[in-house]
């Protein structure tokens, strides 16, 4: 009998770049590719919030179904399922008399959690759970120091990383698949069906992105390529509005960080360099930080009290003052229109997220925590390593002080909105 291997897709929704994909098809004859919507990633957290939106939820099932029709268009498909990893992978592997089950190694506590659970299962099966690590533009075994040993400084991780550190080739799409046959694939599961806030299926959700590999690729062309011509157009675009948007397919793994530092090495063969290429891989470099710090410092990024020691702690209860943060409703009109996008879109930019986090922690007083968690049920490139490191920064609670020291609310305001026309700025 050949062999067959399980892929479990997660956050690596794309068969670009993926090496666990053409690792899989290379050690066996056949491929399960496999997408679990696992309930507890919907679950209310015990900070006032949902754990996923509406707006993030539509975007996954968007990147789902991208993945599903890539696959069927190679003959095969991607089998859908709902409930917990570590209970439906072990049915699939005996059911199917799998050899190996193929997934990528996450950075967050609840994440690596799953996959432990899914590895014990497996060992008492005596099948091996294969763990990769393609989320990061710098692979951890190419940085010039251990992870133990990576600077907390942001600036000093940029600057011996890019010095001393190469960007591995991207792995090449593969472009036939042998499939395990199966009769029934399942059914990717309605909006409605996913979400257990019953407020959220209410809302109107008027987001301009689509989740999937096609798009993501799309998007990168047309923003290397048209975006020379968008920046002639736009002679008064500030440095902070010049934002690729990149995130959401980043974050589920639509898009691989290295096919965008290679395609944008392509453009910049045609185009010259370009400070907008420039902030691409600055923003890359900041997403890299946060993950290897995670990997670094685990859990402390996600405790109120962060990397202090000084016993500081504020109350994690549900107040008016956060309920009209959330809404947009503070009566401070850039925060608000801000808070407004944010609900409707999932999306804004860094400096707009950097003031609305500044605003809940240094002018209401609330304990960051709620914030951040806020941020993971609205934003539609929600990633916990990004999302949880830099409110902790913004609060004063991150490991790199003179960052944390750095987020003052009146100078972001007179940044962000020099002549009061906030509602330019935040355009999403
Ligand atoms: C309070 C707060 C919460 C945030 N939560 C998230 C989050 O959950 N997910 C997320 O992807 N980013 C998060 N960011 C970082 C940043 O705001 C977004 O990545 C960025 O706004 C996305 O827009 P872009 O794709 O146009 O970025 P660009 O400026 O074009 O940058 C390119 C890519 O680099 C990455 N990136 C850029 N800046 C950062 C940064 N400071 N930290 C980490 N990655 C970065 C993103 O993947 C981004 O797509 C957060 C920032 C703040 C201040």
Not at 5 to 17: A, G, P, Q, S
Not at 111 to 117: C, F, G, L, M, Q
Not at 128 to 133: A, E
Request: overall charge negative; some cysteine.
């Amino acid at each position: 009998m050949g062999k067959k291997n399980l892929v479990w897709f997660r956050n690596d929704l794309r068969l670009h770049d993926n090496e666990m994909l053409v690792e899989a098809i290379s050690k066996a004859d056949e491929i399960l590719p496999v997408y679990i919507f696992d309930p507890r990633q919907f679950e209310q957290t015990p900070y006032h919030s949902f754990k996923t939106g509406a707006t993030r939820a539509k975007f996954l099932i968007e990147s789902v179904s991208s993945l599903q029709q890539v696959l069927q268009q190679m003959g095969g498909n991607l089998l859908v399922l709902q409930g917990h990893p570590e209970e439906l992978l072990p049915e699939l592997v005996e059911k199917y008399e799998l050899t190996e089950v193929y997934h990528h190694r996450e950075v967050a506590s609840e994440e690596t959690a799953v996959s432990v659970k899914v590895e014990d299962a497996l060992w008492k099966l005596k099948v091996n759970l294969k763990h990769f690590i393609g989320h990061t533009l710098y692979n951890k075994e190419d940085l010039p120091f251990p992870i133990k040993d990576i600077p907390d400084v942001f600036t000093q991780f940029k600057k011996k990383t890019e010095r001393d550190a190469v960007v591995k080739p991207c792995f090449t799409t593969p472009t036939s698949i042998t499939f395990v046959s199966l009769e029934d694939w399942g059914e990717i599961p309605e909006l409605a069906e996913l979400l257990q806030d019953p407020a959220a299926s209410m809302l109107k959700i008027k987001t301009d992105f689509k989740g999937g590999e096609q798009e993501a690729l799309a998007h990168l062309h047309e923003y290397l390529h048209a975006g020379e011509g968008m920046m002639l157009a736009n002679a008064t675009l500030k440095k902070h509005e010049i934002v690729s948007k990149l995130s959401a397919w980043l974050a589920l793994g639509c898009l691989s960080p290295r096919e965008v530092y290679w395609k944008m090495k392509e453009a910049e063969a045609n185009y010259g360099v370009k400070p907008y290429f420039h902030q691409i891989i600055l923003g890359l470099l900041w997403r890299d930080y946060y993950r290897f710090m995670f990997k670094k410092y685990g859990n402390t990024f996600f405790k109120p009290q962060g990397f202090r020691k000084d016993g500081f702690s504020l109350r994690l209860e549900n107040t008016a003052a956060l309920q009209n943060w959330k809404e947009g409703q503070t009566g401070q009109p850039l925060v608000d229109a801000c808070m407004q996008e944010l609900n409707t879109t999932g999306y804004i930019n860094q400096i707009a997220r950097q003031l609305v986090a500044t605003y809940l922690v240094k002018e209401l007083g609330l304990n960051w925590v709620l914030g951040a968690a806020y941020f993971e049920e609205q934003l539609i490139d929600y990633c916990p390593a990004s999302n949880w490191g830099n409110w902790a920064a913004v609060a004063g609670v991150g490991n790199d002080q003179k960052l944390s020291n750095s987020f003052d609310f009146e100078k972001l305001l007179k940044f962000l909105d020099p002549k009061g026309t906030f509602a330019q700025v935040v355009r999403a």
